[in-house]
């Protein structure tokens, strides 16, 4: 049963949702502080945060950032209904997905059990079959889902390793925004073209000093970098 934590100061919102979660075979538990739930991800196993933007202590931004300098977890923001740049930051510095307040609680179950089904099922729907994939200075391990630059391990999020599956699945092909975005996200996500390119530039980032991601402008993204064969 998936176990998710969410870290939100509204009190009574924690009850219900646990509700819900459960109907759908989800643990949930809470966290009204930022220093609580960090201290519960510490000593704890779960499979994804929900994380507030407007939270005591350190906003969730802050919290964000706090949570990937130890772990890959899935992160799903609640934001504010029509503040963009919430969305805009939060998948900067590692958010997986977003939810603008008020919201249904259904929607935010369908976006969590999205981002859950593509942990269980991008390496083999990205690899074809083939579980490890090699370059010239990036292997990719598909079952373990690990990356390697120059023998160095890369630490990815689970949105940026299935970004990276997806292309390396298909060396040198082009993949729009879109085609991206409906592998990766599900149709019922709605669509937000200016995800792709945060995520992008945050892969591009982490992989540097290798430049394997190419743009081609108007057209999408392609991983350009040769084949070897494992050593």
């Given at each position: 049963m998936p176990r998710i934590l969410l870290i939100d100061d509204d009190e009574h919102l924690a009850a219900p949702l646990t509700t819900y979660f459960a109907r759908f075979g989800c643990t949930l538990e809470s966290a009204v502080r930022?220093?609580?739930?960090?201290?519960r991800l510490r000593a704890g196993t779960y499979d994804a945060a929900i994380l507030d933007v407007m939270l005591p202590e350190m906003?969730?931004?802050?919290?964000?950032?706090?949570?990937?300098?130890?772990?890959?977890?899935?992160?799903?923001?609640?934001?504010?209904?029509?503040?963009?740049?919430?969305?805009?930051?939060?998948?900067?510095?590692?958010?997986?997905?977003?939810?603008?307040?008020p919201f249904e609680p259904r929607e935010l179950v369908a976006r969590v059990q999205t981002i859950l089904r593509r942990q269980r099922?991008?390496?083999q729907?990205?690899?074809?079959?083939?579980?490890?994939?090699?370059?010239d200075g990036l292997s990719i391990d598909l079952d373990r889902r690990q990356v390697l630059r120059h023998g160095e391990r890369v630490e990815l999020t689970g949105t940026?390793?299935?970004?990276?599956?997806?292309?390396?699945?298909?060396?040198?092909?082009?993949?729009?925004?879109?085609?991206?975005?409906n592998r990766l996200r599900g149709h019922e996500a709605e669509l937000y073209t200016r995800?792709?390119?945060?995520?992008?530039?945050?892969?591009?980032?982490?992989?540097?000093?290798?430049?394997?991601?190419?743009?081609l402008r108007n057209a999408g993204y392609a991983l350009a970098v040769a084949r070897s064969e494992p050593a």
């Open positions: 930022p220093s609580e739930g960090l201290a906003d969730g931004f802050a919290l964000c950032r706090e949570i990937r300098k130890e772990s890959d977890i899935p992160i799903v923001m609640l934001t504010a209904r029509g503040e963009v740049m919430d969305r805009v930051v939060g998948l900067e510095l590692g958010a997986d997905d977003y939810v603008p307040k099922s991008a390496p729907a990205a690899a074809g079959g083939t579980q490890y994939r090699v370059f940026e390793f299935e970004l990276l599956a997806l292309l390396a699945a298909e060396p040198g092909k082009v993949f729009s925004r879109d085609d991206i975005l995800a792709v390119d945060i995520v992008v530039s945050r892969l591009r980032k982490k992989l540097e000093p290798l430049d394997c991601i190419k743009t």
